[in-house]
């Protein structure tokens, strides 16, 4: 199976945000969209195919409710994070994991998980 190609990025650092941008495009997937909260993920969910979400998002957010939203409609995800496998809800403690800081090979290792 191919990893998927249009990938919603949710990150609260810009200049991270655009390194993924980036990583994607160099590995030949297509950004689907880019959010630094909750609400501004939950409308791109629809036009993307996956989605790597940082787990701790500014003002102390967490991304749950779009890992749960993508889990509905069957959309696979890898939560980005640089902290501990606890900082994840425990329903989502299966989902891969791309650990902070990124390698392009690390985001590519991800996505082919997925």
């Known amino acids: 199976m191919s990893s998927p190609k249009r990938i919603l990025i949710v990150e609260d650092e810009p200049l991270i945000s655009m390194m993924l941008e980036d ?11 880019t959010a630094d909260s909750v609400a501004a993920a939950l409308p791109l969910i ?20 779009i890992a749960e939203a993508l889990a509905l409609r069957g959309l696979p995800f890898v939560f980005a994070t640089g902290g501990s496998e606890d900082s994840v809800g425990e ?6 994991r791309l650990m902070k800081p990124f390698t392009m090979d690390g985001v590519q290792k991800a996505l082919d998980a997925l």
């Open 23 to 33: 990583f994607l495009e160099l590995l030949d997937h297509k950004v689907a969209g």
């Open 91 to 96: 329903q989502f403690r299966d989902r891969p």
């Open 46 to 65: 629809d036009g993307a195919d996956a989605a790597i979400l940082d787990v701790n998002l500014r003002g102390g957010e967490k991304s749950g409710p």
